[in-house]
């Protein structure tokens, strides 16, 4: 069954949101679907950009599958032209071979692209869109309106809309139309880069009075709460310490630099600065806690983190978010907080940081819970769901 990726990306990116796109079109094209990939690369040197995007999330050399259909355009405004002819081309061109194709949205602004390209074509193709979050509601006013109008007409139109979690469709539900079919599919980790940062089977220290180190790996937007932790970190005795991978937006880390600096507690923060996928685990080596300590008071994210973190085999802290409920269990995979504030972050991390046991049970814990959720365990279901849905 071809899959054709519906989803705008100019290379070069090393988002998280371009980690995910790139792990999925790989994983669908590695599961045996033949699957076209459209980014925008450099006039010179495209192959080369793209071939080097893909190695360093662990897919060297590429999957036979995956087809790579690159847009010599950087400048949005072209690219966007490229994009959609590109895509209406092969739309008609699967459809008049008489391949049963899918395309696969991960926006939705190239869900609605895609369907209105369907309509276009005179091809009937169907549309399958993976929803990350309800964008409409982290906008305001017309914005906020125009997203909206987008969403229904995702939800109305497409034939299929996978969830990554159980609350994200339950937000959805009365606040959008009902889709014709719905899935629930846990977003996943790039099993090829991300790997457990020390073996689970060894023991922990025997005394506890040694440094716990911290984790925290990721945007550093407001809202994913890393002032919070730089503040819980103050509150918490000299034998933590933490490690912070991450350099997006680089005036965030300037300011979370900066506010280390105020609080004292530069000694004890390591700034890894932006990094790639691949590189992540090495700077997370001798790392005892991964903290998660989104601050929003909505619940609109697709916690990629929260999955790479089962990945590491790492315990977590996370603050008490539904989407990472619905997913980790108290005392098993994790530590939630009572809030989202930095005291309530302190009290779960020393819980935690006290515990030799506990911290040891978690990481044997999230390694077998890992394996649920690797990306390409995800591809090969949507794959088998599609073939039900649609048929082979």
């Known amino acids: ?74 400048h949005k405004g072209l690219y966007g032209i490229g994009f959609r002819c590109s895509l209406w081309w092969a739309m008609r061109r699967h459809s008049r071979e008489g391949a049963a194709s899918i395309c696969f949205a991960s926006s939705v602004k190239e869900a609605v692209m895609a369907l209105r390209l369907r309509r276009l074509s005179g091809r009937c193709i169907p549309v399958v869109f993976e929803i990350h979050h309800l964008i409409s509601r982290l906008k305001a006013g017309a914005e906020a309106e125009k997203l909206y109008a987008l969403e229904r007409e995702a ?35 790039n099993e090829r880069v991300i790997r457990p940062v020390r073996d689970p089977e060894r023991p922990e220290p025997e005394t506890n009075s040694g440094i716990v180190r911290l984790a925290y790996a990721g945007s550093l937007q407001e809202g994913k709460g890393v002032e919070n932790l730089l503040h819980s970190l103050a509150i918490l005795s000299a034998r933590y310490a933490l490690t912070i991978v991450g350099g997006q937006p680089p005036a965030r880390l300037n300011a979370l630099c900066c506010l280390a600096e105020e609080l004292k507690i530069a000694d004890r923060v390591k700034f890894t600065g932006l990094v790639e996928q691949s590189q992540v685990g090495k700077q997370l080596e001798g790392c005892d806690i991964f903290v998660i300590p989104l601050s929003t008071g909505e619940d609109f994210f697709a916690p990629l983190k929260m999955y790479e973190a089962l990945g590491f085999a790492l315990p977590i802290v996370a603050t008490p978010i539904p989407s990472l409920r619905c997913t980790l269990i108290e005392g098993e995979n994790a530590l939630f907080a009572a ?54």
Do not use: W
């Not at 979690?165 to 599919?185: D, H, N």
């Not at 006290?354 to 814990?365: C, F, H, I, N, V």
């Open 155 to 189: 939800f109305s139109q497409a034939d299929m809309v996978v969830f990554n979690c159980e609350t994200l469709r339950a937000q959805a539900r009365g606040y959008l139309p009902e889709p014709k079919i719905s899935v629930i599919s846990p977003l996943g980790f």
């Open 1 to 74: 069954m071809p899959i054709l990726y519906c989803q705008k990306m100019i290379l070069p990116n090393n988002s998280a949101h371009a980690i995910h796109f790139g792990m999925t079109a790989a994983n669908f094209a590695a599961a045996g679907a033949p699957t076209v990939f459209f980014p925008g690369v450099p006039f010179s040197g495209g192959r080369a950009c793209v071939e080097d995007f893909f190695t360093h999330l662990g897919y060297a050399p590429l999957p036979e599958a995956l087809h790579v259909c690159a847009i010599p355009f950087r």
């Open 339 to 392: 809030g989202t504030d930095p005291h309530s972050l302190v009290a779960a991390i020393c819980r935690l940081g006290d515990d030799l046991a506990l911290r040891q049970t978690m990481r044997r814990s999230n390694l077998n819970a890992a394996q649920a959720f690797r990306g390409s365990a995800r591809a090969e279901t949507l794959l088998k769901t599609f073939r039900q849905a649609f048929g082979a």
